[in-house]
């Protein structure tokens, strides 16, 4: 680019040297001798005009390079600009959902351990009381969402020592003939999930005592299975 605005400036320095050849030629053939002050300061004319005109010529194509410059660096700096956000957007997404999985990991681990623990502790201590052990309506099979906390449970068990029996308990509103049957249906089928998971087949016994100890304060309902510790 600067040789061409060089090149541009010289075509315009010859342009006025030769009109100021031409000229000079023209006023000496015109001018009589006693003139030549006169000649001499319309030369000095011609030459400063000449240099103006070049001058402006020059700052004009300098203009126009800065110009087409600035114009390339500002498309190219733009398009850096999206490209680095669209990296840092992708690279944030990609942060975030492993900070998002990190995070389920450490909750569900903890989670876990908390649970776990609690357990623990409530068998040592005597009683646990299963409220999320849930079966079919009027029957003793177990439905799959129950498999988690019975899982917990095996887990804690196996980390106790002692003889635990399993306890079956119906709502008052189960029919009173297959209450007793159904509660201790329901304690069984969690004492054969139990021994399952690892959990020895002689630390646990099983009673069904149907719905003649309901919960306090929520009576209607009292389903549940408790699991008490043998003295």
Known sequence: MQQATCS????????????????TLLLHAMAPVGNAQLLKRIQKKVVE??????????????????KATDKATDSALTKSDRGLTATMEKTGAVVDTGLNRSQRAIAGLFG??????KLRSDLVGGRVVLRDVIFVPEGAELLPSSDESLRNLANALRAVGGTYVIEGHVDPST??????????SRAAAVKARLVSLG?????????????????EGDVTHSARIEIAKLK
């Open 112 to 117: 876990s351990r908390t649970e776990r623990d």
């Open 175 to 184: 029919d009173k003939t297959v209450s007793q049957s159904l509660s201790e």
């Open 199 to 215: 959990v020895a087949d002689g630390r646990l016994f099983v009673v069904g005592l149907g719905s003649t100890r309901p919960l």
């Open 8 to 23: 541009f400036s010289l075509r315009w320095y010859g342009r006025a040297l030769t009109s100021f050849v031409s000229a």
């Open 49 to 66: 005009h000449a240099a103006q005109k070049a001058a402006e010529h020059q700052a004009q194509a300098e203009t126009t390079v800065v």
